[in-house]
C-alpha cells in the first residue's frame, strides 16, 4: 500500500522537521558566533589602543618634564613589569636617530618606523599593527610626537589577543556542536512526538484497510489541540462511515426481505398456472394478481429512488408558492372515503380566519409527505376512532399536525420510524413497506422544514410538519 520511498527515513516529516530546526539552529549560531566575534576583536583592540595611547603620553610627560634620562629609566622599569617580550618602548630624533630604549633583544627585527612619520604633526598620536619578520603574531604601534619634534614609539604584541580569539573560536565551535547535537535529538523527539498522532492516524486507517473491520479508532492522545482534532475528526468520519455501513446493510436486508415476498407470491401464482388446468375467469384473477404484485414492487422501488433522489436534493422540485390549506383539504377530502369505510372519523381544523398559508415547495411533493401521513393515521386507527388534521401560521412557519387515537408508538420505535424500511413489530400485521416516512421526511427537509411525531403507546400519535412560509397573506 506504501510505496518504498515512503519507508525512507529521508522522506519522513519528522526528519525533515528536524533537518529545518538544525539549518535553524546552525544559521542563528553562525551569527551570534560572527556577531560576537567582530564585538569581541573591536573590544580587544580599542582596550590595546587605550593602554598604549596612555603609555605614550605619560612617557612623553616624564621626557618634557625630567629629561631624556629619566625616560630612559621609565622604559626600562615599565618593560620589565609588562614583560619585555609583551611590550617595547623606544624615542627617536626627528632624523631617526635611536635616543632611547628598552630591552629590545626579542624585538631586533621589528625595524624602523615609516619614513612618513617625519611630517606628522605633534599633540597627534599614529596608531598601526605592523609584522615583524618570523613572528607569528602582529605588534600594535602607537607613535607620539613630543614638542621638541621627537618621536616616541610604543609597541605591544597582539599575541594575547590573537590567543584570547583562537580560544574563543575553539570554544563557541565545540558549543555550537554540541548545541547543534543537542538540537537535533530534543527536534526529533518533539516532531517524532508531533508525529506519532497522525501515525496513529495511518496505523488505523491501515488496521481498516487490512482487516476490512471498522471498529478500530485512533487512540486521542494529547501531543497539542491539532493532532487532537485530527484524531477526534477522523473517529467521527469512522463513526458516520459505520453507521451508514450498517444501515446499508440493514436497508439491503430489508430490501431483499420485502422484494422476497411479492416475488415468491408471484411465482407461486405463476406455478399454479402453468401446472393447473382452470377456467379462463380463474386464469385472468391469477394474472391479476400477479399485474397486482408487480405494481406493488414496481412501487417500492420508485419510492425508494425517490427518498433517495430527494434526500440527495436531485429530485425535479417546481418550487411555487403553495397553499397549504389547500393541500390539507384535498388529502382530508381523499381519505374522507378510506376512513368512513373503517368508520374512523376524518376532521379537519384550519385556524380561525386563516384563507391561506403560502409555502414556497413543490405542490405534487408536499401533497404525498401529507398523504403518508394521512394514510397512517387512517391506516393505524382502529374501527371507530377518530384522525384530526389541522393548519395554522405561526408568524413565518406553516405548522400541519396529523393526530389519531391509534396505538401509538413504542418510545424504543420513535427514533425509528423515519428510517427507510422500518416498521415497528406492532404494525407488521397491518399492510405498508416501512417507506412512507422517510419519504415525506426527506420531502420536508428538502423544504427547510422539520417534521416531529409525539405518542402515547395505547392512546395515539401526532405527527407535526413545520414550514418556512413566504409571508402573512392574510
Ligand atoms: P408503513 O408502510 O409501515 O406504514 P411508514 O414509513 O409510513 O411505513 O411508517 C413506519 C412505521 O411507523 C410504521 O410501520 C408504524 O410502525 C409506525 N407508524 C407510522 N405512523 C403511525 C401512526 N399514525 N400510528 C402508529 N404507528 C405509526
Not at 595611547?53 to 634620562?69: P, S, T, V
Not at 619585555?84 to 618602548?89: D, E, G, H, I, Q
Not at 497539542?224 to 451508514?244: C, D, H, K, P, Y
Request: proline share 3%; with cysteine.
Amino acid at each position: 500500500m506504501f510505496s518504498k520511498r515512503g519507508n525512507n527515513i529521508f522522506s519522513t516529516v519528522t526528519f525533515r522537521l528536524t533537518l529545518w530546526y538544525s539549518i535553524l539552529l546552525a544559521a542563528l549560531s553562525l551569527s551570534v558566533f560572527v556577531l560576537v566575534y567582530i564585538w569581541m576583536a573591536i573590544s580587544l583592540q580599542r582596550n590595546l589602543d587605550k593602554v598604549l595611547l596612555d603609555d605614550a603620553k605619560e612617557f612623553r610627560l616624564i621626557y618634557e618634564r625630567d629629561g631624556i634620562d629619566s625616560l630612559k629609566k621609565e622604559f626600562q622599569l615599565e618593560a620589565t613589569c609588562e614583560g619585555v617580550k609583551r611590550v617595547f618602548f623606544r624615542m627617536f630624533s626627528p632624523q631617526m636617530e635611536v635616543l632611547a630604549t628598552s630591552d629590545m633583544e626579542h624585538w631586533k627585527d621589528i625595524g624602523s618606523p615609516p619614513a612618513t612619520l617625519k611630517s606628522f604633526s605633534s599633540n597627534k598620536e599614529l596608531l598601526t599593527a605592523v609584522s615583524m619578520p618570523g613572528y607569528e603574531h602582529k605588534v600594535r604601534v602607537i607613535y607620539e610626537k613630543t614638542a621638541d619634534g621627537n618621536i616616541i614609539e610604543a609597541g605591544h604584541t597582539l599575541r594575547d589577543n590573537d590567543a584570547l580569539m583562537t580560544r574563543y573560536r575553539q570554544t563557541f565551535g565545540w558549543g555550537v556542536l554540541g548545541i547543534l547535537a543537542l538540537g537535533s535529538i530534543v527536534g526529533w523527539s518533539l516532531a517524532d512526538r508531533a508525529m506519532s498522532g497522525v501515525k496513529r492516524v495511518t496505523q488505523t486507517a491501515v488496521s481498516i484497510a487490512n482487516e476490512g473491520n471498522l471498529i478500530h479508532r485512533v487512540p486521542v492522545g494529547n501531543e497539542g489541540r491539532e493532532i487532537r482534532n485530527l484524531a477526534l475528526a477522523f473517529n467521527n468520519m469512522l463513526e458516520r462511515i459505520q453507521s451508514l455501513v450498517s444501515e446499508l446493510r440493514e436497508v439491503t436486508d430489508n430490501i431483499a426481505h420485502d422484494l422476497r415476498s411479492p416475488i415468491t407470491r408471484i411465482r407461486g401464482v405463476a406455478e399454479t398456472t402453468l401446472t393447473s388446468n382452470e377456467k379462463l375467469d380463474t386464469y385472468r384473477e391469477m394474472t391479476a394478481t400477479i399485474i397486482e404484485e408487480c405494481d406493488r414492487l414496481v412501487g417500492m422501488i420508485n419510492t425508494m429512488l425517490e427518498i433517495t433522489e430527494t434526500q440527495a436534493g436531485a429530485a425535479n422540485f417546481e418550487v411555487a408558492p403553495v397553499d397549504i390549506i389547500k393541500i390539507v383539504k384535498d388529502a382530508h377530502e381523499l381519505f374522507q372515503p378510506v376512513a368512513e369505510d373503517k368508520n374512523v372519523t376524518l376532521e379537519l381544523d384550519v385556524q380561525n380566519g386563516v384563507k391561506t398559508v403560502l409555502v414556497p415547495g413543490d405542490a405534487v411533493k408536499l401533497q404525498r409527505a401529507m398523504a403518508n401521513l394521512l394514510d397512517n393515521a387512517v391506516k393505524y386507527t382502529d374501527y371507530g376512532g377518530k384522525v384530526t388534521v389541522s393548519v395554522e401560521q405561526m408568524q413565518t412557519q406553516a405548522k400541519i399536525s396529523v393526530s389519531d387515537t391509534g396505538p401509538g408508538i413504542d418510545e424504543k420505535d420513535i427514533t425509528r420510524i423515519f428510517d427507510r424500511f422500518y416498521r415497528a413489530d406492532t404494525s407488521r400485521s397491518t399492510a405498508g413497506n416501512g417507506l412512507g416516512l422517510s419519504l415525506a421526511h426527506a420531502i420536508v427537509r428538502a423544504h427547510k422544514g422539520k417534521i416531529v411525531v409525539e405518542s402515547t403507546p395505547g392512546k395515539g400519535s401526532t405527527f407535526t410538519i413545520i414550514l418556512p412560509c413566504i409571508s402573512d397573506t392574510n
